[in-house]
Each structure stands twice: as C-alpha cells, then as structure tokens.
Nanobody
C-alpha cells in the first residue's frame, strides 16, 4: 500500500520560509511523480509543484515559480517543498500526492493522483 505523510507546516510572516516534507512508504518514490497541491479556505485544490520520476524535470505553477523548489532525497524516500518569500495568498493546507502508475508524467490535475497525505497547514500572516 502506497502511503505519504506531510509535515513541516506552520505560521510564518510574509517573506518568510518553510520547508515541507513528504515521507513515502510502501513504495520507492523515485520511480513515481510526486505532486504538491494546496487548498485555501473556500477554494478548490490546486497544483503547486511536481517532480517527475527520478527528479529529472520539476514543474512549477507560475504563481510559485522562482519562490518554491521541489527536491527529492531518495535515500530517505522523502520529497521536499522548499518555500521562500511566502505571501499571504500561499496560505492553505498543503498535500503531497502520488499516482498508482510507475513512471507516470507530472500533472497538476488532482484526478491523476491516487494516494494523498493528510495535509499540513501553512499560514502566512503578520
């Protein structure tokens, strides 16, 4: 059974930084794309960043490009989302997700993902 658990959220001031972790178990994460999504109160869930299998081609949504970095630590079976220069509009619950299929392509369509963590809250506020 594929399983992912997020952590690292918290309260941070605008301009601050956080690093989220997504720990995978039950599978070797480097062979799967891993997506980071977020959901703000009253809004639909949206894709933020995705790392392709083996981390070859990370992809970012325009609204986080240059501020967020997705990275893998294969030895720890963990995927990170480094978030810098955070803005109040980055507030939300952040999720990592993985599809059932090996070597699938990155996607920001949440219907492409089969396994989700419980999420970690990120609040950007002064």
């Amino acid at each position: 059974q594929l399983h992912v658990v997020e952590s690292g959220g918290g309260l941070v001031q605008p301009g601050g930084s956080l690093r989220l972790s997504c720990v995978a178990s039950g599978f070797t994460s480097q062979y799967y794309p891993i997506g980071w999504f977020r959901q703000a109160p009253g809004k639909e869930r949206e894709g933020v960043a995705c790392t392709s299998p083996k981390g070859i081609a990370p992809t970012y949504q325009e609204f986080v490009e240059g501020r967020f970095t997705i990275a893998r630590d294969n030895a720890k079976n963990t995927i990170y989302l480094e978030m810098n220069n955070l803005k109040p509009e980055d507030t939300g619950v952040y999720y990592c997700a993985v599809p059932r299929r090996l070597f699938a392509k990155c996607s920001f369509d949440d219907h492409e993902y089969d396994y989700w963590g419980q999420g970690t809250q990120v609040t950007v506020s002064s």
